[in-house]
Nanobody
Framework: QVQLVESGGGLVQAGDSLRLSCAAS????????VGWFRQFPGKEREFVAA????????YYGDSVKDRFTISRDNAKNTAYLQMNSLKPEDTAIYYC????????????????WGQGTQVTVSS
């Protein structure tokens, strides 16, 4: 069984940066694509970013493109989400997940999920 643990969330001001980490245990993540999603209160999970298992290709949601960067270190069994120029509308719970196939943007295509980390951006 795979366990994913997100960390790095917190309270920051608009314009600040945060780096989220997603540490995996129980199984190597090197053969999985990894995705980041976020969830606003009362809303479905929104696609943020995904990266292929090799790290060669990355995909981003329109609202975070050019501000967020996804990366991974397979040797550390960890994925990251660097978030720059944060805005109050980025406030959400952020989740990482391992992709099982199909569309990277569809949360139902992901097999394993972390418990989430809260990111709050004040204006």
């Amino acid at each position: 069984q795979v366990q994913l643990v997100e960390s790095g969330g917190g309270l920051v001001q608009a314009g600040d940066s945060l780096r989220l980490s997603c540490a995996a245990s129980g199984r190597t993540i090197s053969s999985y694509a990894v995705g980041w999603f976020r969830q606003f209160p009362g809303k479905e999970r929104e696609f943020v970013a995904a990266i292929r298992w090799s790290g060669g290709s990355a995909y981003y949601g329109d609202s975070v493109k050019d501000r967020f960067t996804i990366s991974r270190d397979n040797a550390k069994n960890t994925a990251y989400l660097q978030m720059n120029s944060l805005k109050p509308e980025d406030t959400a719970i952020y989740y990482c997940a391992l992709h099982g196939g199909g569309s990277y943007r569809n949360p139902y295509e992901y097999l394993y999920w972390g418990q989430g980390t809260q990111v709050t951006v004040s204006s």
